[in-house]
């Protein structure tokens, strides 16, 4: 990948990291923590790897995404934003009674969702179930993502979808677990070891890859290695920090699902576009 | 008349209706219990069998649907309904997908297999989930109408099965109406028992019993539990001024709280509700079952008369 493509992704993961920590901001609660350690991932997914825009919303042969870690939601709706579904000032209606965008991704009431998530486990079963239309039943070109989390593999569904994933020979969904580590009560190793994840998907018949959740370029190379990838489903097992881009939140658990005051998201918010602006320099530089 | 279980008529609507392409049908390791072997059979290409794995049947049963499909989604009624509740609940019923669980051997009619197979809770747990249509057919030709009408509903609707060859109740060029009740049999006014499932043909029994002992009883199938047909519910309870519900469930949260909550909003009446008395089955023949729970014709009647009795 040429270096201005690595910066506009960047740039473009900037965004949607202030896009969170406003609208969680605003809404005086949600989860930043997990929302940050997707950032990157997510930008990847929605503005570079994905057949997916606000003009095809309802094509057929669209890709398609799941957030089967749904409390991440801000992340998700930061991309929807960025990418035009909706406007990005809406963000700040968060978990609001007269806003469509609900606490926990919603296909019914926000632009650019297909599939409602929030109880983890079941997002993975839905990503299988929509490869299983477009692979077997339709034989459609389109691939189909996921993102869970490492401490949502503590859930026995996560199994059960894996395991019917790779009997169907799903070559068309593609799973991207963000192993930040970390989870409500505290360590995952700590709470429920789920550890080593990447071994459990290769146990279960999955392709499997390991690299930076926040590197562009090895999730750039991993997603293109997945698509290569035939007669299984891929696993990208990403390590991330959770509270990436923000240093008071980054690996901390006590982040999961606590909104930051004005002072705190005043101080987030220059972090980050501190580090967009040291970007914005470097790629001026070169 | 003939006699067939409803989940035989189940996989043969499955297959009469299957032409439609947008129909994917899914199991979990049961299929040729569920009868959803029939459709594989005629389409191959759209049934899946999932495994011993339910919870997951109903998540990738919502991803299909989010693609266009009407999807079925079949197992036995304690595990497709307790054991996948939530995925029912969260990944169905919630965004309102396009996902029928048909779900079968509902009942202590289940037999021999015992308590832990015998599901007297299902219609209580599905009738409380917004979004959920829920059908509990007596018959094969009502059982296709059920069938058919899920197919021409879009959004999640189940349908109660049963294991056991019954009766036929209804001709099967026998006209049915979606919501609406069927009267079944109307001798008099004395009493109308609501029924569902196979308590109607028990209860079909149990009226000519009771008509034998000068008492005239309506009976009615209440085979669209939600919605019910809240009308006909009101105007059989205006005529006979008792009521009773008879089901193969608990009476607790069934039919016979679905018809209590119609009369205590709109026309105060007297109910008696029939069915499993806030306890488990057992392993037994069907028949034996029926007996022991009250649930036969004859203890129906029996407990109908008593009740008019006291009444008087």
Redesign the interface.
Known sequence: MIESEVLRLKKIAARIRKDIIVSVSCAKCGHPGGSLSIADLITALYFREMNVSPEKKDD?GRD?F?LSKGHCAPALYGALAVKGFFPEEDLKTLRRVDSYLEGHP???TVPGV???T??L???I??????????K???KAAYRVYTILGDGECEE??VW??A??AA??KLDNLCAIVDVNGLQIDGATEEVMNPNPIGDKFKAFGWSVIEISGHDFEEIDRAFAEARKTAGCPTAIIAKTVKGKGVSFMENKASWHGVAPNTEQTEQALKEIEEAAAELEAAGKEA | MGKSATRDAYGKALAEFGGDERI?VLDADLSKSTKTAVFKDAYP??H?N??I?E??M????????????TVFASSFAVFATSRAY??IR??IC???ANVKVCATHSGITVGEDGASHQSIEDISIMRTLPNMTVLSPSDAAETRFCVKTAIETNGPVYIRLGRLAVEDVYAPDQKFEAGKGVVAKDFGDDVAIFATGYMVQQSLKAADILLAKGIKAKVIDIFSIKPIDRELVVSCAEKTGFVVTCEEHSIIGGLGSAVCEVLAEERPTKVCRIGMEDTFGKSGTPDALLKLFGLDGESIAEKVAAKIKTLK
């Open positions: 057929p398609r799941v919603s296909a019914r297909d599939i409602s929030g109880s486990g079941q997002g079963s839905n990503a299988v179930g929509i490869a299983i239309a477009g077997l039943v339709d026995g569904e059960e979808a395991m019917c009997h169907y | 994917v290409d759209r899946f999932l495994g794995a919870g997951n109903m998540a990738v049963a919502a991803g299909l649907a989010s693609t266009g499909k939530e995925q969260n990944s919630y965004p309102r």
